[in-house]
């Protein structure tokens, strides 16, 4: 934009111009403007063919104008007073938005904003401290709005200052390296580790590979061992007593039923099925006539004294 005063000669002057330069004499007042000699009367303002001799015009795309039709044409006007800026005024403009000097402020504080950082929300401009309280990005960390320059991580639409983004446990920063997010914490794979991997309910180590569950509680393959033996139960038939594991030979040994006949224990491991008569106990291959050894299970049976007999042997034992 340009401001111009035009100059006012008369021919005394022109006389004078062309003792240094030939130029073309017209008779009477003229005026010189724009590098050119005009009559008085043709040097008028573009839109409203007012003379513009002796008056202030702006010069527009070679074209003069006076200040009345220049600032109805081309001024703009102010985005918070929606007065027009005129030539003597300041234009600031932003995205297409224009304001007087004194009209750009703060829409929250009303400070002026000139020469100043700014933010703009919602068509609206704010000062720096203004826009941080009610718009900026705060860390979920700290609670703290990003500044400019600040570095921020970010995770699933969750955002932090880069020191603090830590383990929520140890407080180590986490930088590049890797973790692991639980109930909106964030953990290092350390401390992740130690307090919710999964530990062995005998030794109380971590379990990395190669656990057994008993009983909904994990072990260590080489702690799942008879508790009597110390035998791996590991891929073994075992079985429990007051929610201990035994390997079946143990078990066997400690708790189990004695046959009468063999005097091997019945575990009842593997289905194995055994006969029960008062207090007596018998595996189903041990119960069998005394006397001519033939199966008893699901027959009919006499005792005598210590043994068993089928109603046929112990007939012929009375006779």
């Not at 111009?4 to 005394?12: E, I, K, M, N, Y």
């Not at 203004?130 to 960390?141: I, K, V």
């Not at 890797?178 to 953990?187: A, H, N, T």
């Not at 509680?217 to 009597?228: A, D, G, L, S, Y």
């Amino acid at each position: 934009m340009s401001k111009a005063v035009l100059g006012h000669r008369t021919t005394d002057d022109l006389a004078t111009s062309l003792e240094t330069s030939p130029q073309l004499i017209f008779s009477g007042e003229y005026t010189k403007a724009m590098s050119k000699d005009w009559h008085s009367g043709h040097f008028c303002c573009w839109q409203c063919d007012e003379t513009l001799t002796g008056q202030r015009y702006v010069l527009k795309d070679d074209h003069p104008y006076c200040i009345k039709c220049y600032e109805a044409v081309f001024a703009n006007s102010c985005e918070d007073c929606s007065a027009v800026i005129g030539i003597d005024s300041k234009d600031l403009s932003y995205k297409d938005k224009h304001w007087h000097e004194k009209c750009f402020l703060c829409n929250k504080c009303q400070v002026s904003l000139v020469d100043k950082q700014f933010g703009s929300k919602m068509d609206k401009i704010f000062c720096g401290p203004c826009y941080d309280a009610q718009f900026a990005t705060r860390c979920d960390g700290c609670g703290e709005i990003f500044r400019a320059g600040n570095k921020k991580m970010e995770y699933k639409a969750r955002q932090w200052h880069e020191k603090c983004f830590c383990c929520c446990v140890c407080k180590t920063p986490i930088g590049t390296k890797s973790f692991i997010p639980r109930d909106l914490e964030i953990y290092c794979a350390a401390c992740y580790e130690e307090k919710f991997a999964t530990r062995c309910v005998k030794c109380s180590k971590i379990i990395t590979s190669g656990g057994v569950t008993y009983k909904n509680e994990p072990w260590h393959r080489e702690c799942f061992t008879c508790t009597n033996c110390n035998a791996s139960l590991a891929g073994q038939r075992f079985t429990s007593r007051d929610d201990k594991p035994y390997c079946a030979d143990c078990f066997g040994e400690l708790f189990a039923k004695r046959c009468t006949a063999c005097a091997k224990p019945i575990t009842g491991i593997g289905g194995t099925r055994f006969i029960s008569f008062e207090d007596r106990h018998w595996h189903n291959d041990c119960f069998i006539c005394a006397e001519c050894k033939g199966s008893l299970v699901g027959k009919g049976f006499i005792t005598d004294g210590a043994d068993i007999l089928c109603p046929e042997c112990a007939k012929q034992k009375l006779m």
